[in-house]
Each structure stands twice: as structure tokens, then as C-alpha cells.
């Protein structure tokens, strides 16, 4: 199962050997583009013979109300080189076709043996909707990832008793605000000091970054890594990892992060 499909994200999953013909299941949390650019990427490259690829049935998606829409035109976009391939490389059409299925409420949007995924409705901003995040529980074990939002008390109340709760966060020097454009940036996303409160009020085994947003201009630097964690640290004193590429979290009864070897 895959959440979003941002740059890059064929070219991750191949670096940690996860075949990407072999996803089950992709689910978006909102239709901004630097979520949505690799799903072209996913769909076709894990149609081809490679075994990286392979795939043997639909390509399945899963997402807000306007998924089947983005679907639906990234076919009619790329149908020459599917005609192309399934006449040259003799690739089955039935395992380029794509299923989605679309929610506009919170609740069960996937299920699959022991596995549950729910979708909860976050606030990215006025003019940014549908904005979900996801709450996965399989055998007693709770992930929860915020998707893009500003302080929400849905994280909270779908945060409960995670063993991991994943969050967004944006930070930008006090200079850097002056800029209108910045400002409506940080307004769309979380502050540390926010995000810290989340993580005290939810208190997950492991509260991890993700979706760094560390502004920068010309002039200005981005914030630094030890910045954003010691800007959490005024809200937050728990266990707290920022994620970063290649990163993996094992969840037992404590909850670990592995750091790429690469
Ligand atoms: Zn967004
Ligand atoms: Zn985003």
C-alpha cells in the first residue's frame, strides 16, 4: 500500500526493493501536484515485463472525490503509448486498466485481510479541499499519517493510542514572513510548535516528520533540521524522529527508525 505518489517515488521504492508492481493499493490524501506527479510513473512502469513491474491486475486507487477525474485523464493522456505496448510488448490491457474508488466522508476506505485503513478529513487551507489523512491498523498495531494540514483536532481524535503518528510540519525564519507568499504557505501547514502539541496530546510510541517544508529564499536560509526539532521541542518531550528519504519504522512493541545504508 502506497500513500501518495509525489516525485520520485518509483525511483525510492525501487532504491529499498519493493517491486512496485506488487502495491495493492494507492491512496491519495489530496490532489496537490507534488503529491500526485508519480503516479504516471507507478502505473506504467509497474505494467511493464520487469520484475520491478509485473503487475497482475488493475492498478488500484483509492482517494477523495475527484480521483476518478485525475485518473481518468492521466488514460486518456498516455493511450498511445499504452496502444504502443500492448501491441509491441504484448502487455495484457487488463492490467494497465485502473479501478478507483472515490469517499467524501471519514470512514473504512480499504480493508484487506487483518488490514484497515481510515480516512479522516483534515484542514489544508480554505481553497484546498478534499484533504484526508489516514489511520492504518492491522493486528493491534496503529500508524497514522496527518496528510497536509494545519493544526487539526481530527489528527487528535484519529491519533488515538497510534504506535506512530507520521505529521506534516512547515517552518520558516521570522524574516521570511514578511512575504505574503510565505505566509500563505505556512498558513496551509503546521507549525513545530503545533505539530509538538499534537504529538503531547495523542502521545504516539513514535512521533516522526515528514513533508519538510523549510522555507528559503535568495537571501534567506531554510530553517535546519536541528531548528525544526528543537522549535517541537518547546511543545513536545516525547520520542520524535524527522523523517527523511529511504527512511523505514519497524512497529512491534516499541517502534523503531532505520536510516537508509545508501
Ligand atoms: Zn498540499
Ligand atoms: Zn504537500
Known amino acids: 500500500m502506497l500513500i501518495d505518489a509525489g516525485r520520485g517515488a518509483a525511483m525510492r521504492l525501487f532504491q529499498l526493493g519493493i517491486p512496485i508492481g506488487r502495491i495493492d493499493a494507492l491512496l491519495l490524501t489530496h490532489f496537490h501536484s507534488d503529491h500526485t506527479v508519480g503516479i504516471p510513473d507507478l502505473w506504467l512502469t509497474g505494467w511493464l515485463s520487469s520484475h520491478f513491474g ?20 492521466l488514460e486518456a493522456a498516455y493511450a498511445h503509448d499504452i496502444e504502443i505496448r500492448v501491441e509491441d510488448e504484448k502487455l495484457a490491457r487488463e492490467h494497465v ?12 476506505v480499504y480493508q484487506s485481510g487483518d488490514l484497515r485503513v481510515i480516512a479522516f478529513t483534515v484542514d489544508h487551507g480554505h481553497a ?30 484519529y491519533g488515538e493510542g497510534a504506535d506512530i503518528l507520521i505529521h506534516e ?20 501547514h503546521t507549525s513545530p510548535q503545533e505539530a509538538g ?66
Open 54 to 73: 509485473n503487475r497482475q491486475r488493475p492498478f488500484n486507487v483509492i482517494g477523495p472525490i475527484g480521483t476518478a477525474r485525475l485518473m481518468h485523464h
Open 97 to 108: 486498466a485502473i479501478t478507483v474508488k472515490e469517499f467524501d466522508e471519514d470512514g473504512v
Open 128 to 157: 484546498i479541499k478534499p484533504a484526508y489523512g489516514y489511520r492504518i491498523e492491522y493486528r493491534g498495531r496503529v500508524a497514522v499519517i496527518s496528510g497536509d494540514t494545519r493544526y487539526n483536532t481530527n489528527v487528535l481524535r
Open 169 to 188: 510540519v512547515a517552518m520558516a525564519r521570522p524574516e521570511l514572513l514578511d512575504e505574503a507568499h510565505i505566509r500563505r504557505i505556512v498558513n496551509h
Open 197 to 262: 502539541r499534537v504529538f503531547a496530546e495523542t502521545r504516539p510510541k513514535l512521533a516522526a516528520f515528514t513533508h519538510l517544508v523549510l522555507l528559503a529564499s535568495e537571501t534567506v536560509t531554510a530553517p535546519t533540521v536541528e531548528e525544526l526539532i528543537a522549535a517541537t521541542r518547546e511543545t513536545y518531550t516525547g520520542p520524535l524522529e524527522v523523517g527523511e528519504d529511504l527512511m523505514t519504522f519497524e512497529i512491534d512493541e516499541t517502534v523503531s527508525a532505520r536510516r537508509s545504508q545508501t
